[in-house]
């Protein structure tokens, strides 16, 4: 038995290498592949496909969810709503640009609320303050709380690749933004140190502005920016 299972593996060994080829089952004769494997298609050949845009086809409504916990209703979680408007930023300067005129624009009563990876003082329009004069972070913020808006602020406890000193001057800088002469809205930022490790971190970086009152009962007031 043994004697025939080498001459078996021998005979395998021995038959020709294209009888075992791939290229007949992965479409080897195709003219977009060079003879190295390697893919020349410029992507023309491909047939784009169309994702799926409908709010319905992503979010569950409030009867697929009241279905799914067995007909008891859920009251602590919103379904989803229309109306909505997104813009998609490329480049760091256009989303740059869309938070300082969101910020710059706030009113009294108005709420920004902040979700921060790594705060830092830097100039939101460098190209044009690049001192940060009048685009910096701190003096953006201080002008939301002047105008009667409160700003809050919650932070990661970043400890990790030297991130700390700017968090803290940062932490230090906002917190010191004198209360509003017009409500007494203040900015606050604090940091989160919920985490289980010292290297652990919450990566959402998002920032959420409320508007105090809206013009239509039926507008959401809520402008919401959002960094992958």
Known sequence: MRL???TLALALAL???NAFSFSSLFGGDDKTQASNGADLSDGTDIKPRQPLLDAEDWF???KEITASRGGIPRTDLSVYT???KVTSYTVANEFYDAVFEDLSATKEGDRVLLAAWLMALVPLKPDVDPSGAKTGVKEVIAGVVKRGGSVNILNWANIAVGYTPYNIKARDAINSIP???INGAKAILIFDDRLPKALSTH???NMVIAANSSTDPDDQPVATHYIS
Request: net charge positive; no cysteine; aromatic share 0%.
């Open 4 to 6: 025939a299972t080498s």
């Open 15 to 17: 038959a020709p290498s």
């Open 60 to 62: 569950l409504t409030k």
């Open 82 to 84: 229309t109306g909505n």
């Open 179 to 181: 209360p509003s002469p």
């Open 203 to 205: 990566h959402q970086k």
